[in-house]
């Protein structure tokens, strides 16, 4: 992950979280979790729980990776995925309630998400699905232009026909859940070690560091975009392809802002949200061959469109990195036939909505028989 040195890029650790590491390697394991952010901690705190040994390797600090430098967002409304909702739906029911079981309060704050629409199209795919999206648990409704504007008032009525409007969406710190998710694994008898990079995986799970050798009984696989790499060790083919993003900044407002729900144009990807006395944005990244400057400047377009109060603002990066993506923009959660190897990963930078259910059925996988 590549994070440029400003104080506004958001969520930007401030510690490395080594001072709880414990010092030697144990020489087994019932569970080894490889991946020390949001899915990773939450396996570890679920599977410690369960009442498994537990032990988990990360390569850098605690939530250094992906997990640390999102739009610190948690939303239950994925277009065109209900399968997704589902799951952030039991997420966000778990975040609720995270106080109670890891003792770490989250500080969720309701902003709402909302995707506009710009053709016909898109708002027949919305009816479409929308009773398999209330099925999964999903609150979203179709409003009106003039209602989208009311919500958020940097949105152009004329570039709009119509939006989805999920009000379960909130603010949270991605590094909050990973602290109060290791700091509950630790609670239940977790081992984490930190700056522990796994530099191979033998046939009997026999998985080797730097710092020694440890044999599991199971491995769980929450390495974000190094899942692929991590899974290759093990002879295990995960379909996943790393996806590059970046996020900016603009300039701050001439005009002040009342804080936003995340905003999507369903078209272009496009989604900004209030940041402090500024506005987070992402549209992935630059196209392969694309400059830089003709991105930013397809980003501006969108921008100025849209969100017409914005038109020739200033954009700034805020960081840049990779996310792991699977081929349909869905987790992968389960388990290797072959062997006892575990995964989750290709969450495509939605990890932070689905956490809570990703760890809970790891979990079951490895408990339920």
């Known amino acids: 992950m590549n994070t440029p040195n400003t104080p506004h890029a958001p969520n930007t650790p401030s510690t490395s979280h080594t001072s709880h590491t414990p010092s030697a390697l144990p020489g087994r394991a019932d569970a080894v979790v ?12 679920h599977l410690a729980e369960a ?4 032990v988990l390797l990360e390569r850098g600090g605690l939530g250094g990776g992906a997990s640390a430098h999102t739009a610190g967002m948690v939303r239950t409304y994925f ?79 004329r570039a709009v026909l119509a939006a989805a409007w999920n009000p379960e969406a909130y603010h949270v710190d991605g590094l909050d859940i990973v602290r109060g998710y290791a700091a509950g694994a630790r609670n239940h008898g977790a081992r984490l070690f930190t700056h522990t990079p796994v530099t191979g995986i033998d046939d009997d799970n026999t998985v080797h560091t730097p710092q020694g050798s440890i044999k599991a009984d199971s491995i769980v696989c929450t390495a974000g975009p190094w899942s692929g790499e991590v ?6 083919d995960l379909p996943l392809a790393p996806r590059v993003m970046e996020m900016l900044f ?42 830089r400057e003709d991105w930013l400047g397809r980003v ?63 979990r079951d996988l490895l408990t339920v028989k």
């Open 79 to 157: 277009p065109g995925n209900p399968v997704t909702g589902q799951r952030a739906v039991r997420s966000l029911e778990a975040y609720h309630d995270f106080a109670r079981h890891t003792g770490a309060s989250l500080g969720l704050r309701r902003l709402g998400f909302m995707a506009l629409f710009t053709d016909e199209q898109q708002i027949a795919a919305f009816e479409a699905e929308q009773q398999a999206q209330q099925a999964a648990g999903v609150r979203v409704d179709l409003i009106t232009a003039r209602a989208a504007a009311e919500l958020n008032p940097l949105i152009s009525e």
């Open 34 to 45: 490889i991946g020390g952010g949001v899915i990773g901690t939450s396996a570890a705190y």
């Open 231 to 236: 899974a290759s060790m093990a002879s295990v």
């Open 300 to 362: 501006a377009g969108h921008l100025g469109t849209v969100f017409p109060a914005l038109d020739g603002i200033g954009l700034h990066r805020a960081w840049s990195g990779d996310f792991d993506a699977s081929p349909d923009n869905t987790a992968l959660i389960g388990e290797d036939p072959t062997r006892r190897f575990l995964y989750a990963a290709g969450f495509t930078g939605a990890g932070l909505c689905q956490a809570p259910a990703a760890g809970q059925r790891l």
């Open 250 to 291: 603009t300039d701050v407002p001439p005009a002040p802002h009342p804080e936003l729900p995340m905003t999507m144009h369903a078209a272009s990807g496009l989604r900004i949200r209030s940041w402090k006395d500024r506005i987070l944005l992402a549209m992935g990244a630059p196209k392969d061959g694309e400059a």
């Open 51 to 54: 009442g498994l040994d537990t």
